[in-house]
Protein backbone atom coordinates (compact mmCIF):
# COMPACT_ATOMS: atom_id res chain seq x y z
CA UNK A 1 0.00 0.00 0.00
CA UNK A 2 0.81 3.42 -0.55
CA UNK A 3 0.70 3.56 3.16
CA UNK A 4 3.44 1.14 3.69
CA UNK A 5 5.91 3.26 1.03
CA UNK A 6 5.00 6.26 3.28
CA UNK A 7 5.69 5.03 6.82
CA UNK A 8 9.07 3.39 5.14
CA UNK A 9 9.91 6.74 4.02
CA UNK A 10 9.11 8.02 7.39
CA UNK A 11 11.66 5.48 9.20
CA UNK A 12 14.10 6.27 6.73
CA UNK A 13 13.56 10.16 7.34
CA UNK A 14 13.89 9.49 10.97
CA UNK A 15 17.01 8.14 11.06
CA UNK A 16 18.52 11.04 9.05
CA UNK A 17 16.89 13.93 10.95
CA UNK A 18 18.83 12.28 13.98
CA UNK A 19 21.64 12.86 12.41
CA UNK A 20 21.18 16.59 12.84
CA UNK A 21 22.30 16.95 9.93
CA UNK A 22 19.09 18.49 7.63
CA UNK A 23 15.39 18.22 8.39
CA UNK A 24 13.40 16.26 6.88
CA UNK A 25 9.55 16.34 6.73
CA UNK A 26 7.06 14.08 4.88
CA UNK A 27 3.47 15.12 4.54
CA UNK A 28 0.57 13.88 3.01
CA UNK A 29 -2.36 15.45 1.43
CA UNK A 30 -4.83 12.97 1.63
CA UNK A 31 -5.69 9.34 3.07
CA UNK A 32 -2.99 6.82 1.85
CA UNK A 33 -3.97 3.87 3.82
CA UNK A 34 -6.78 2.67 1.19
CA UNK A 35 -4.64 2.98 -1.80
CA UNK A 36 -2.63 -0.61 -2.93
CA UNK A 37 0.31 -0.33 -5.05
CA UNK A 38 2.97 -2.74 -6.46
CA UNK A 39 5.44 -4.05 -4.35
CA UNK A 40 7.83 -3.16 -7.16
CA UNK A 41 6.76 -0.20 -7.55
CA UNK A 42 6.95 0.79 -3.59
CA UNK A 43 10.26 -0.20 -3.91
CA UNK A 44 11.42 2.01 -7.01
CA UNK A 45 9.55 4.99 -5.17
CA UNK A 46 11.58 4.07 -2.45
CA UNK A 47 14.84 4.03 -3.78
CA UNK A 48 14.25 6.82 -6.17
CA UNK A 49 13.25 9.14 -2.81
CA UNK A 50 16.45 7.47 -0.85
CA UNK A 51 18.76 8.86 -3.75
CA UNK A 52 17.22 12.05 -3.93
CA UNK A 53 18.07 12.15 -0.25
CA UNK A 54 21.61 11.48 -1.10
CA UNK A 55 22.02 13.72 -3.84
CA UNK A 56 20.76 17.05 -1.73
CA UNK A 57 22.92 15.91 1.07
CA UNK A 58 25.76 15.47 -1.30
CA UNK A 59 25.57 18.18 -3.16
CA UNK A 60 22.93 20.78 -2.03
CA UNK A 61 23.98 22.30 1.00
CA UNK A 62 20.63 22.42 2.04
CA UNK A 63 19.14 23.04 5.50
CA UNK A 64 15.45 21.33 4.94
CA UNK A 65 13.71 18.76 2.82
CA UNK A 66 10.33 18.31 2.02
CA UNK A 67 8.31 15.64 0.56
CA UNK A 68 4.44 15.62 0.16
CA UNK A 69 2.48 12.19 -0.92
CA UNK A 70 -0.84 12.96 -2.31
CA UNK A 71 -3.06 11.27 -4.30
CA UNK A 72 -5.21 12.70 -7.05
CA UNK A 73 -7.94 11.09 -8.68
CA UNK A 74 -5.96 8.40 -10.08
CA UNK A 75 -2.73 9.22 -9.45
CA UNK A 76 -0.25 8.89 -6.50
CA UNK A 77 1.55 12.08 -6.27
CA UNK A 78 4.78 12.65 -4.77
CA UNK A 79 6.72 16.64 -4.45
CA UNK A 80 10.14 16.40 -3.44
CA UNK A 81 12.05 19.67 -2.84
CA UNK A 82 15.35 20.69 -0.92
CA UNK A 83 16.12 24.24 -0.20
CA UNK A 84 19.97 24.06 -1.19
CA UNK A 85 21.92 25.70 -4.20
CA UNK A 86 19.84 24.23 -7.02
CA UNK A 87 21.75 23.76 -10.33
CA UNK A 88 20.90 25.65 -13.42
CA UNK A 89 19.03 22.88 -15.68
CA UNK A 90 20.42 23.17 -19.08
CA UNK A 91 23.95 22.01 -16.87
CA UNK A 92 21.95 18.91 -15.69
CA UNK A 93 20.81 18.36 -19.05
CA UNK A 94 24.51 17.74 -20.50
CA UNK A 95 25.55 15.82 -17.97
CA UNK A 96 22.95 14.25 -15.88
CA UNK A 97 24.39 12.37 -12.78
CA UNK A 98 24.84 8.62 -12.01
CA UNK A 99 22.37 9.51 -9.62
CA UNK A 100 19.89 11.49 -12.37
CA UNK A 101 20.36 8.85 -13.97
CA UNK A 102 18.85 6.30 -11.50
CA UNK A 103 16.04 7.95 -10.76
CA UNK A 104 15.22 8.35 -14.37
CA UNK A 105 15.17 5.04 -15.23
CA UNK A 106 13.49 3.57 -12.11
CA UNK A 107 11.11 6.23 -12.55
CA UNK A 108 10.51 4.77 -16.50
CA UNK A 109 10.32 1.02 -15.11
CA UNK A 110 7.02 1.64 -12.80
CA UNK A 111 5.90 3.95 -15.56
CA UNK A 112 5.71 7.36 -13.46
CA UNK A 113 6.06 10.62 -15.26
CA UNK A 114 8.21 13.41 -13.47
CA UNK A 115 8.47 17.45 -13.45
CA UNK A 116 12.10 18.70 -12.34
CA UNK A 117 12.49 22.38 -11.61
CA UNK A 118 15.82 23.88 -10.44
CA UNK A 119 17.17 27.06 -10.75
CA UNK A 120 21.06 28.56 -9.36
CA UNK A 121 20.24 30.03 -5.27
CA UNK A 122 16.49 28.63 -5.76
CA UNK A 123 17.06 24.67 -4.40
CA UNK A 124 15.59 21.47 -6.02
CA UNK A 125 12.26 20.08 -6.86
CA UNK A 126 11.24 16.84 -8.32
CA UNK A 127 7.56 16.10 -9.14
CA UNK A 128 6.46 12.48 -9.49
CA UNK A 129 3.30 11.10 -11.02
CA UNK A 130 2.22 7.50 -10.74
CA UNK A 131 -0.99 6.46 -12.09
CA UNK A 132 -2.18 3.84 -10.09
CA UNK A 133 -5.26 1.84 -12.02
CA UNK A 134 -4.76 1.20 -15.35
CA UNK A 135 -7.33 2.62 -17.05
CA UNK A 136 -10.48 0.81 -18.20
Known sequence: AVFGLFTTIEAFVNLINNTGQIKISVEHENDLEEVELPEKTSLALFRVLTQLVDNTLKHA????????????????????????????????????????????????????????????????????????????
Open 61 to 136: NATEIKMIFGIHEADLTIAYQDNGKGFDMEVLHQRSGIGMQNIQSRLQMINATYQIQSSIGNGFKLNINYTLLPVE
